[in-house]
């Protein structure tokens, strides 16, 4: 199988060229791309800038992608909005996507579990609580991020409402309400080599 190396390179500056980043502008945006590869049953993050020799890719590679947004200022910045592209070359993540459609899916009572404990800490008279939606749950876009609607994305054919594939995703978007005086937000998604 032929290793890419420059197709990485140009989607990594196409990549940080092409992530918007909406909002204020004493904000601070960074992309980092990594090369997920497993070692002793492990994920291993290899950084795709990894000096004088950035890793190999190939198709079928798993590619992750790390947005962080830090805000600059002492005070704190609303209504930002973090997009990123599917880069050319490679498609959504099938299995990275599938989680986020599970966790959505479920009924509230099938959620994980959290424990809610009185003020003395002890687990007595405790309750469990089902996790809520996460508050960073990306939107996606199957249309050059024209539009975007929250996991799993349909569509319109034939008056039939079918599920995209995550091939056929283009974009992913995060909204932030409030990023904190000084603080930073990170998000993630993953691709594959195609």
């Known amino acids: 199988m032929r290793k890419l190396t420059g197709i990485i390179l140009i989607i990594m500056v196409g990549i940080t060229f ?17 090369l997920v590869e497993e070692s002793d049953g492990e994920e291993v993050l290899k950084p795709l800038e990894a000096g004088d020799e950035p890793p190999k890719v190939a198709p079928g590679d798993t590619l992750e992608y790390l947005l962080v947004a830090r805000n600059k200022t002492d005070q704190s910045i609303g209504g930002l909005s973090l997009k990123g592209p599917v ?5 959504l993540n099938a299995n990275w996507y599938r989680k986020i ?23 007595e008279d405790s309750r ?12 996606f876009s199957i249309n050059g991020g024209e539009s975007y609607s929250y996991p799993p994305v349909k569509y319109e054919e034939d008056e039939e ?15 932030v309400s409030q990023l904190p005086a000084n603080g930073e937000v990170q998000v993630r998604y993953r691709v594959t080599v195609q």
């Not at 880069?87 to 498609?91: F, K, M």
């Not at 609580?129 to 749950?137: D, E, F, I, N, T």
């Open 18 to 34: 092409l992530f918007n980043f909406v909002g204020a502008e004493p904000v601070d945006v960074k992309l980092k791309g990594f």
């Open 87 to 91: 880069p050319e070359s490679t498609e």
């Open 101 to 123: 459609v599970g966790f959505v899916e479920r009924k509230e009572e099938e959620r994980p579990v959290f424990m809610v404990l009185k003020e003395d800490k002890t687990a």
């Open 128 to 139: 469990e609580v089902p996790m809520k939606l996460p508050g960073r749950l990306p939107k």
């Open 161 to 175: 409402m079918i599920e995209a594939e995550p091939s056929e995703l283009t974009h992913v978007l995060w909204e």
